[in-house]
């Protein structure tokens, strides 16, 4: 009877060891890398940009909930919080910050940390905004994409003049928080002296001011409206588009998306392809390299999309010349 017992017993506690091997074995396999992803903006509106930020990443070997996984934190038009965001992330030690949607959410997180590795996406310089060292050395623990979307502004302008000679009186939407807003004013405001034209500059930055800002350039007869670059009228693209149509005002936003939704048209980089890249950073740095000896990423190419549906509703021809240079038009 002792034999059996202790027969039972050895049985017992060998399978008891067998149970424990493959616990002990996941206990010991390392922690899949977390990648911060930082954001001014909604997620809603931005959900094809975090796939296009995702596709970069599987191009280096990282799959999100595979081999690494993504913390996001939203500050939803609320630059106010970005610096608590900004620092959570920096206590739950992430490997990467993507700092995206705009310079706040750079700056928040070049000042919650000097050691995390930061890849961000801006529209302006990233050197002027003190990100980087230079543009080929960032320097530090930043570098990322800079769309130099501000120098873009006076170009949209021409086009629109050139689409809608007889408007002398152009509108200008840009958001006031945004550090570029006065830069963009003030360089419109030169261009259009130059082609003999008004600029009228109406501020938004929140859904109701959108609707007040629309409400006063039809109180002006504004004859066309340029669209400042902005995360917050991209992530309001469509109610953007809309309000424009409603009134009757051609206008000409900065990214393809606008001119998707039904905008008129746009010009400006590819958005989409600035978070695949911004995705493509963030995995060589998960994989070893460095922020500082990864120049900044800047667009090779701008896009002329045009709406063709768009300007039949607005009543508008558009010219040869414009047509030949379109990249893609939108039937």
Known sequence: MAIQVRRREFITTLCGVATAWPLAARAQQPALPVVGFLSSVSPGPFRQFVDAFRRGLSETGFIEGQNVMIEYRWAEGHFDRLPALAADLVGRNVAVIAATGGPPSGRAAKAATITTPIVFIVASDPVKLGLVASLSRPGGNATGVALFAVTVESKKLELLHELVPKAMVIGVLTNPRNPNAETVSTDLQTAARTLGLRIYVVNAATERELGTAFATL????????????????????????????????????????????????SYGTNISDAYRQAGIYTGRILKGEKPADLPVVQPTKLELVINVKTAKALGLTIPESILLRADEVIE
């Open 218 to 265: 039809v109180e002006q007869q504004v004859g066309a409206l340029v669209v400042a670059a902005d995360p917050f009228f991209t992530s309001r693209r469509e109610e953007v588009v809309v309000l424009a149509a409603r009134h009757g005002i051609p206008a000409i936003y900065e990214w393809r998306e606008h001119a998707a939704v039904g905008g008129l048209m």
